[in-house]
Protein backbone atom coordinates (compact mmCIF):
# COMPACT_ATOMS: atom_id res chain seq x y z
CA UNK A 1 0.00 0.00 0.00
CA UNK A 2 2.97 2.30 0.56
CA UNK A 3 3.48 3.01 -3.02
CA UNK A 4 -0.04 3.79 -3.96
CA UNK A 5 -0.50 6.11 -1.12
CA UNK A 6 2.58 7.65 -2.07
CA UNK A 7 1.20 8.28 -5.46
CA UNK A 8 -1.94 9.64 -4.01
CA UNK A 9 -0.10 11.72 -1.89
CA UNK A 10 1.66 13.18 -4.86
CA UNK A 11 -0.91 13.32 -7.15
CA UNK A 12 -3.06 15.57 -4.24
CA UNK A 13 -0.14 17.83 -3.66
CA UNK A 14 0.26 18.85 -6.85
CA UNK A 15 -3.46 19.21 -7.53
CA UNK A 16 -3.64 21.07 -4.80
CA UNK A 17 -1.28 23.68 -5.57
CA UNK A 18 -3.32 25.61 -8.69
CA UNK A 19 -6.53 25.03 -6.29
CA UNK A 20 -5.24 26.96 -3.41
CA UNK A 21 -3.90 29.83 -5.60
CA UNK A 22 -7.42 29.80 -7.54
CA UNK A 23 -9.10 30.33 -3.98
CA UNK A 24 -6.91 32.88 -3.16
CA UNK A 25 -7.21 35.03 -6.76
CA UNK A 26 -11.08 34.27 -6.42
CA UNK A 27 -11.17 35.96 -2.88
CA UNK A 28 -9.48 39.11 -4.21
CA UNK A 29 -5.72 38.38 -3.61
CA UNK A 30 -3.16 40.45 -4.64
CA UNK A 31 -2.27 40.61 -8.21
CA UNK A 32 1.48 40.20 -7.59
CA UNK A 33 1.06 37.51 -5.57
CA UNK A 34 -1.14 36.06 -7.52
CA UNK A 35 0.74 36.02 -10.77
CA UNK A 36 4.19 35.00 -8.80
CA UNK A 37 2.18 31.79 -7.65
CA UNK A 38 1.25 31.23 -10.84
CA UNK A 39 4.67 31.58 -12.36
CA UNK A 40 5.65 29.22 -9.87
CA UNK A 41 3.36 26.61 -10.54
CA UNK A 42 4.23 26.78 -14.43
CA UNK A 43 7.67 25.84 -13.57
CA UNK A 44 7.15 23.70 -10.14
CA UNK A 45 4.50 21.41 -11.75
CA UNK A 46 6.02 20.32 -15.12
CA UNK A 47 9.33 19.86 -13.78
CA UNK A 48 8.48 17.83 -10.80
CA UNK A 49 6.35 15.61 -13.38
CA UNK A 50 9.54 15.24 -15.63
CA UNK A 51 11.64 14.54 -12.32
CA UNK A 52 9.08 11.58 -11.36
CA UNK A 53 9.04 10.09 -14.90
CA UNK A 54 12.90 10.25 -14.41
CA UNK A 55 12.91 8.49 -11.24
CA UNK A 56 9.83 5.76 -12.29
CA UNK A 57 12.34 5.53 -15.82
CA UNK A 58 15.20 4.13 -13.60
CA UNK A 59 13.81 1.94 -11.13
CA UNK A 60 14.16 -1.60 -11.91
CA UNK A 61 11.51 -2.58 -13.88
CA UNK A 62 10.70 -5.98 -11.05
CA UNK A 63 9.85 -2.76 -8.74
CA UNK A 64 7.38 -0.85 -10.61
CA UNK A 65 4.14 -2.60 -9.56
CA UNK A 66 5.39 -1.86 -6.00
CA UNK A 67 3.77 1.74 -7.19
CA UNK A 68 0.25 0.24 -7.67
CA UNK A 69 0.25 -2.71 -5.64
CA UNK A 70 -2.26 -2.84 -2.30
CA UNK A 71 -0.10 -5.68 -0.76
CA UNK A 72 0.85 -4.41 2.34
CA UNK A 73 4.46 -5.18 3.71
CA UNK A 74 3.14 -7.87 6.43
CA UNK A 75 1.39 -10.01 3.59
CA UNK A 76 4.09 -9.52 0.83
CA UNK A 77 6.50 -11.01 3.92
CA UNK A 78 4.26 -14.03 4.23
CA UNK A 79 4.21 -14.49 0.57
CA UNK A 80 7.55 -14.57 -0.39
CA UNK A 81 8.61 -16.75 2.58
CA UNK A 82 5.73 -19.06 1.78
CA UNK A 83 7.20 -19.10 -2.22
CA UNK A 84 10.70 -19.62 -1.69
CA UNK A 85 12.01 -22.91 -1.66
CA UNK A 86 15.68 -21.20 -0.35
CA UNK A 87 16.52 -21.41 3.17
CA UNK A 88 18.43 -18.47 2.73
CA UNK A 89 15.79 -16.64 1.43
CA UNK A 90 13.42 -17.73 4.11
CA UNK A 91 15.51 -16.75 6.71
CA UNK A 92 15.97 -13.01 4.86
CA UNK A 93 11.79 -12.84 5.01
CA UNK A 94 11.49 -13.68 9.06
CA UNK A 95 14.79 -13.04 10.59
CA UNK A 96 15.91 -9.54 8.78
CA UNK A 97 12.23 -8.51 8.71
CA UNK A 98 10.02 -7.23 12.08
CA UNK A 99 9.09 -9.87 13.81
CA UNK A 100 5.38 -8.21 13.32
CA UNK A 101 5.53 -8.63 9.47
CA UNK A 102 5.60 -12.95 10.54
CA UNK A 103 4.15 -13.43 13.71
CA UNK A 104 0.87 -14.87 12.27
CA UNK A 105 2.72 -18.14 10.82
CA UNK A 106 5.13 -18.09 13.39
CA UNK A 107 4.21 -21.98 14.08
CA UNK A 108 4.84 -22.19 10.10
CA UNK A 109 8.46 -20.67 10.74
CA UNK A 110 9.18 -22.63 13.61
CA UNK A 111 8.31 -26.03 12.15
CA UNK A 112 10.73 -24.83 9.38
CA UNK A 113 13.46 -24.14 11.97
CA UNK A 114 13.14 -27.47 13.90
CA UNK A 115 12.84 -29.56 11.01
CA UNK A 116 16.49 -27.51 9.50
CA UNK A 117 18.10 -27.17 12.14
CA UNK A 118 20.28 -30.33 12.89
CA UNK A 119 21.31 -29.52 8.65
CA UNK A 120 22.24 -26.21 9.45
CA UNK A 121 24.42 -27.05 12.11
CA UNK A 122 26.62 -29.40 10.31
Not at 31 to 45: M, T
Not at 55 to 73: A, C, D, L, N, P
Not at 100 to 111: C, L, T, Y
Amino acid sequence: LGGIFWVFSFVLSMASLPAAVKIYENQAGEKGVVGLAWNFIHILLPSTLLMFGVFFYHIETKYRQTFVSMEIGKNATIRLYRESKDDAVKAEYTFKRSRHHWISIEGEVRAWVETNWSRWEE
